[in-house]
């Protein structure tokens, strides 16, 4: 073989070689940021339901402890809110999280009327409720998890001079963290 073409060949390998490294990271990145939106949507949908379900639990616990009126508007309230929040996934993480948090309100005064906490519907609303929140759950798992796969793979080398390069690293992905409202459906004894 012609030492020439070999040298050319060696030239080539070396150039080429990075080149569709770099061509794959990048690919690998925008599949990941596709990854995250869609995840996204998953979780979204899951919130939308939950939203959805809100209203009619507000109506039935309003049926029985009608004058808990502040704690019933603040859910309706945050509920709106977080439903029209559209925004950083950061700042729907913290309307989540008050919205969370004014549920567990609404549980702990249904706490107080026995008659409430076994009406059918009340229960059935609870136990969607519940299922709802395993749902937002499973989502939030799938979608951190495609957050933190991206974030490793921008912040790492060499991905994070492909990130640098063409602009991934401007587009940070946050984790969205919020607790569930509710865990499980209580208990309820119907022989009182």
């Known amino acids: 073989m012609n030492p020439h073409a070999l040298i050319w060949i060696i030239i080539t390998a070396v150039i080429l070689l990075p080149l569709i490294y770099a061509l794959a990271l990048y690919n690998s990145l925008v599949s990941l940021r596709n990854y ?29 402890a ?4 502040t704690v ?12 029209a929040n559209r925004g950083p996934v950061a700042g729907q993480a913290s309307d989540e999280t008050e919205l969370v948090g004014a549920l567990k309100q609404l549980f702990a005064v249904v706490e107080n009327y026995p008659q409430l906490k076994a009406d059918q519907q009340y229960l059935q609303l609870q136990t969607e409720l519940v299922n709802t929140e395993n749902r937002i759950q499973a989502a939030r798992r799938f979608y951190n998890g495609n957050v933190r796969d991206f974030r490793n793979r ?4 060499p991905g994070n001079l492909v990130a640098g390069l063409f602009g ?7 984790f969205f963290t919020v607790p ?13």
């Open 36 to 64: 995250i939106r869609e995840s996204w949507s998953d979780v979204d949908t899951e919130l939308q339901r939950r939203y959805d379900l809100i209203p009619n639990l507000v109506a039935v616990v309003k049926g029985y």
């Open 66 to 69: 009608g004058h808990e009126r």
């Open 72 to 83: 019933l508007e603040n859910v309706v309230e945050l509920r709106n809110r977080c439903a």
């Open 154 to 157: 921008a912040e790492t080398f």
């Open 168 to 174: 991934f690293r401007a587009q940070p992905q946050d």
């Open 180 to 192: 569930p409202s509710v865990k499980e459906v209580p208990d309820v004894d119907f022989g009182r």
